[in-house]
């Protein structure tokens, strides 16, 4: 399976953030796809500036912050996607045993 493109992963976030009811899974799963493709743009740039006869170090500073503010900000969304299938399995589970002890 191929990774939709980020206008086509847009498109889909929009879109769900305009339904009523709104899927929350689906809104982080896009959320961190596009995360992703920030965290390698962001990662291309940064190797090629390297090789820059302008290098700026200043630039290249911010340029790391900014890619490790996405990475945590990658890494607590995936936390918190376990968790919600953990919640959503467990609450599975609950539901299964109640059935079958009716």
Not at 34 to 45: M, S
Not at 53 to 73: G, M, V
Not at 75 to 82: E, F, I, N, P, V
């Amino acid at each position: 399976m191929t990774e939709p493109s980020v206008s086509y992963a847009l498109y889909l976030h929009r879109r769900e953030l305009g339904r009523p009811k709104r899927r929350l899974m689906r809104i982080a799963s896009t959320k961190l796809q596009l995360t992703n493709e920030l965290i390698q743009l962001q990662q291309r740039r940064q190797w090629e500036s390297a090789f820059d006869p302008n290098f700026d170090a200043e630039a290249s500073i911010q340029q790391s912050s900014a890619l490790n503010r996405e990475r945590e900000y990658r890494d607590r969304l995936k936390r918190s996607m376990q968790r919600q299938l953990e919640k959503q399995q467990q609450r599975q589970r609950q539901h299964l045993e109640q059935m079958g002890k009716l």
